[in-house]
């Protein structure tokens, strides 16, 4: 077949690969941490430029730099997003080994980052330089921007996407964030949530108050529990004031990708520890609440004592921290008014609400150039067909580089991780085996795009053709 | 007068009496780390040996010593309580001299312990030295029980309690609880309300999630928020079923006394920096609720993550801790299984109560001996009528000392600090004019103690003539 010598290429230079990936996961990069950064940035800057990428850093105020690299040529650009920042490391004790050490063990490799998304990064290089090697140039034009503030909201990629649009004009982006699932189906998704990450804060006395006096002076902890009570309902419905009117109805698109999407209930619910779900849900309905339900999560309560010894207060300010995943035509600012106005009305005018991060959703068509690449060169590499998530639950910064405004350059997201990656936990890992099928696959998918490329020149003229018989 | 002696005594000591409290503070005795205990342990027992008091020193498992000591002699044994034992120092950079250091600047010595409650014990033993010195043999037993665990719930001084029942006999008690409020008059209260301190626990997943699962994996945060809500209404009143029908009415005497307190609002608002009180309460209604309603006090919630860091997880666990301070007739079991059985009603079963520690509440007669010993010897000392608490809303292990059932050895309590004490907070310090009048003041108290123990004697003999003669 066409990818013989490609594939070739790829196991002959297997090893070679995977020691670059070590390379870069021995680098620490916690943006969080801020250490390295710069380091790691310009070991991005020089495996571009490998694969005769023009390249460019930008650097927006004091944060992380943003690398930019161009290959290739053609009719049409594609952003491949990826991010060389990693998660903090946690707490070091529950790691089998250093979190930076990038030992490979069984046909794993482990490291903070390897998989969430460095080995992507190496990956799509990797299959740039086989493609070079084994076809001869690109096809299509390849823009790559790789930034270092994931695990930071991505502040400086909003700036350099506002300031640098023409960079980022491209006919589809591919994103860093994928999995093969426990069946080992490979996970694509053709968008993400949004996210409205708020804190809320209700204010008491000037400062922690011995609890006699929790009769007569007012307990912010009080305060800020019956304020939330008010916004998710027992049974876990958000019932803020408005808000299910600007959910979205589905699409029929939408709902026959959902029946291909299965989640592995017995095999997460294993994972996570739980009895049950949220509801009591299962099926096509669970699925249905995770891609296209958005949530309201309080992901943090901090108020008075909770350390050891009988320390009994009266808290002199309480903060909660909520997040939103919202799906369309739900936008971060819309849900921040609603949010406000159903306060207010309930007489709790006086929590405050901060606004910590927002993104909004994006969601693109299934027959996306970007989308249909990544679709069909899927079963050649992975062996069934792929699993379909019209919405990834998770979020990122990608209106920033797709844009914010509808319609937006069509996004896909795949990556070369495997449902035991971790990668916001202890022992982050990846297979090996799947980083090379991750480079195989986006050799396809260059090629594939190229074909669709053709296609679509092709039906143009034709087109053209026939309008000039009219 | 009887006390020019006296109290000639206390001024020309005042020095040394200083001097040996500043010792003791700077002898550093946090029961949360544990360190120098025994040392401080030892150094209370030496004072106390100086005064001529027997002494032994009590040591439960692996709990603080417990030092008693008796001394004098008589018909009538009234107990001391002491701790010598200190608050953790919070903030070191909040202070502004070493919390050890027991500075005394501007007539004032600052230090951990100074006002809670090392100046009572060193107050109360050179009293007894005064008056031994001025006045010959104490006509009164007084037995001191000084403890190291006030910072910890008191465990030690529950089982010494329980074993050494007869070593706690006594016709009143004396407590370390009290001060000179913001219109420098004396406060006394005659008892101290219980607690029920619990922690309530929800769990969600085995450990914190991406909150990407936040629409269909249980969230322990909402859980735990919406069983709160249940517990006090949005207007700050208990809503526990059953848990109002339990609180006793106010008694003729405990109306009378409480026409006799008087809040500074206004100065404490300014103090705590409040708009107003809860419910928008002033005046008698007010510090009615203070003194006789029982509170629910949220003291800390804890769940997810709340640091530094965009981190939207769903998080594993969530824990809330309460204080219910409590007034007759609520026992703190009753509390527990009121709210426990309220919970179940509303399908919160799967909240876990854990109790971490419990007192009953205390309540005497102004006419027993100690308070009225207390009350009557205030005026002369500091110069007008004191103020009296039936019931002081904290809460202490008087139920140890003083016995859980009913009717208990009357118990009286005050102390030497001032408004500006800040017994839990940086900076702590007293006034050492109040310190030496509550040496005075002391010493007019084992005085009137065996003064009235003569009246009643005086009294039974009459009594026993009257019965002969009928």
Redesign the interface.
């Known amino acids: 077949m066409q990818f013989t010598r490609f594939d070739r290429y790829v196991d002959r230079h297997a090893h070679s690969f995977t020691e670059r990936l070590q390379e870069l996961c021995r680098m620490p990069s916690v943006a969080?941490r801020g250490t390295g950064m710069r380091a790691v940035a310009e070991k991005v800057e020089q495996m571009l430029q490998r694969v005769g990428a023009g390249t460019r850093t930008f650097k927006v105020g004091s944060g992380f730099p943003i690398v930019y690299g161009e290959c290739g040529a053609g009719e049409r650009c594609f952003v491949i997003y990826a991010h060389y920042d990693v998660q903090?490391v946690g707490l070091l004790t529950e790691w089998s080994s250093g979190p930076f050490a990038a030992v490979v063990s069984d046909g794993r490799l482990y490291a903070r980052g390897a998989s969430n998304s460095k080995g992507d990064l190496v990956a799509r290089v990797a299959a740039v330089e086989a493609y070079q090697k084994t076809f001869g140039k690109l096809p299509v034009c390849l823009r790559f921007v790789v930034e270092g503030e994931d695990?930071?909201?991505s502040p400086s990629l909003y700036r350099f996407a506002e300031e640098n649009a023409e960079l980022l004009r491209a006919d589809g982006c591919v994103w860093d964030d994928g999995y093969l699932d426990t069946k080992e189906r490979f996970v694509i998704s053709l968008g993400f949530?949004g996210?409205a990450?708020l804190e809320l804060r209700a204010y008491?006395?000037?400062?922690d108050?011995?609890?006699?006096?929790?009769?007569?002076?007012?307990?912010p902890?009080?305060r800020l529990?019956?304020a939330?009570?008010t916004v998710?309902s027992?049974k876990?419905v958000i019932t803020i004031d408005g808000f299910s009117s600007h959910v979205a109805p589905l699409t029929t698109e939408d709902r026959q990708m959902l029946k291909t999407v299965e989640l592995d209930e017995a095999g997460l619910r294993r994972e996570?520890?739980?009895g049950?779900?949220?509801h009591g849900?299962t099926g096509r309905e669970?699925t249905k609440?995770?891609i296209f339900?958005?949530?309201?999560?309080?992901?943090?309560?901090?108020?008075?004592?909770?350390e050891?010894?009988?320390?009994?207060?009266?808290?002199g300010a309480?903060?909660a921290?909520l997040?939103f995943?919202l799906v369309p035509d739900l936008a971060p600012e819309l849900v921040v008014r609603l949010l406000r106005e159903h306060l207010d009305k309930r007489?709790f005018q006086d929590i405050e609400i901060i606004e910590?991060?927002a993104a909004p959703y994006a969601k693109s068509s299934p027959a996306s150039m970007v989308a249909c690449a990544a679709i069909e060169s899927a079963e050649e590499v992975y062996g069934k067909p792929p699993v379909i998530y019209p919405i990834?639950?998770?979020?990122g910064p990608v209106g920033a580089v797709c844009g914010v405004q509808h319609p937006h350059t069509p996004v896909v997201s795949f990556g070369i991780s495997y449902y035991g990656s971790n990668p916001?936990?202890p022992d982050e890992n990846i297979r090996l085996e799947d980083f090379l099928r991750g480079v195989k696959y986006f050799g396809r998918i260059i090629h594939r795009l190229a074909q669709l490329e053709e296609d679509a020149e092709l039906a143009r003229t034709k087109d053209s053709v026939v309008q000039l018989n009219r």
């Open positions: 969080a903090p695990g930071l909201a949530k996210i990450f008491g006395a000037r400062t108050l011995h609890s006699k006096w929790g009769g007569i002076v007012p307990n902890a009080w529990v019956q939330l009570a998710v027992p876990g996570f520890r739980i049950g779900w949220v849900m669970l609440e995770l339900g958005p949530t309201c999560t309080i992901c943090g309560i901090r108020t008075g004592h909770t050891a010894g009988a320390k009994t207060i009266l808290p309480a903060t921290r997040d995943r007489g910590l991060g990834d639950p998770a979020s916001h936990g």
